[in-house]
């Protein structure tokens, strides 16, 4: 079975400084690695994704994202936040990327 | 190009009563799956289709719950009788069958689903 892990349920922070939403992560086999952001009466966007290569995942909007397979985890970070980065981000797992499990979400509030 | 559209945006029904969600994906995309997120809890997989074909209902929690894509377009998922456990926000989500864009899902808005 696979699982996420995401422990916080809310992440607040300052505009301008640096950003880290963290999730762990339990697959059998390597994993495919993704976070997603839910911006407010939205769908899910895609953020990023670990597949393999280069531990260090750049994405969309300035986020990045390190894999880290001894300590199985893939946490999201940003080195620095904006307010229109307030959103309800999600971390995936998959060992087939074709049945994504999903974390319960961390509600990420920047502020000025 | 439009995205994932579901419908109907909110639904209020009774216990007992049925409800159909429709999802339309992508054009072009012939993977379509359902995920459902209760009480805020995590968004749980429901099932996955490739064209016509489910190739993972591993997820659909019961026999109530009942997912078509006739034609390979767009799909629904009936739910009959609903309990008040079904309540939650039902998402669809499509993607391209491109291995280099494995598991990049486009997601709708989401149905939510209330139970009374």
């Known amino acids: 079975a696979q699982s996420v892990a995401q422990p916080e349920d809310q992440v607040n922070v300052a505009e301008g400084n640096p950003l880290t939403v963290k999730c762990t992560?339990?697959?059998?086999?390597?994993?495919?690695?993704?976070w997603y952001v839910q911006y407010p009466n939205r769908g899910l966007q895609f953020l990023l994704k670990y597949i393999t290569g280069d531990n260090l995942v750049k994405?969309?909007?300035?986020?990045?994202?390190?894999?880290?397979?001894?300590?199985?985890?893939?946490h999201l970070k940003k080195p620095s936040a904006l307010v229109s980065d307030?959103?309800?981000?999600?971390?995936?797992?998959?060992?087939?990327?074709?049945?994504?499990?999903?974390?319960?979400?961390t509600r990420l509030q920047v502020t000025l | 190009e439009a995205g994932?559209?579901?419908?109907?945006?909110h639904s209020v029904i009774e216990k007992g009563q049925t409800v159909t969600l429709r999802c339309?994906?992508?054009?072009?995309?012939?993977?379509?799956?359902?995920?459902?997120?209760?009480?805020?809890?995590?968004?749980?997989?429901?099932?996955?289709?490739?064209?016509?074909s489910k190739q993972d209902e591993s997820g659909m929690p019961n026999n109530r719950f009942l997912a078509e894509r006739t034609g390979g377009t767009y799909s629904t998922l009936k739910v009959q009788p609903a309990e008040?456990?079904?309540?939650?926000v039902y998402f669809c989500a499509s993607s391209q069958d491109l291995r280099e864009r494995a598991g990049e899902l486009f997601f709708g808005e989401g149905s939510r689903l209330t139970v009374l």
């Open chain 2, 84 to 88: 008040l456990e079904d309540s939650g």
């Open chain 1, 86 to 105: 307030s959103a309800l981000y999600f971390c995936a797992v998959s060992g087939t990327a074709s049945k994504l499990t999903f974390g319960t979400g």
């Open chain 2, 24 to 52: 339309d994906p992508i054009s072009g995309h012939d993977n379509l799956y359902w995920y459902r997120r209760v009480m805020g809890k995590e968004i749980k997989f429901l099932l996955h289709f490739v064209k016509e």
């Open chain 2, 4 to 9: 994932v559209t579901q419908f109907p945006s």
């Open chain 1, 25 to 34: 992560y339990s697959v059998s086999g390597n994993p495919y690695l993704f």
């Open chain 1, 59 to 74: 994405g969309s909007y300035g986020f990045e994202a390190e894999f880290n397979k001894s300590q199985t985890s893939f």
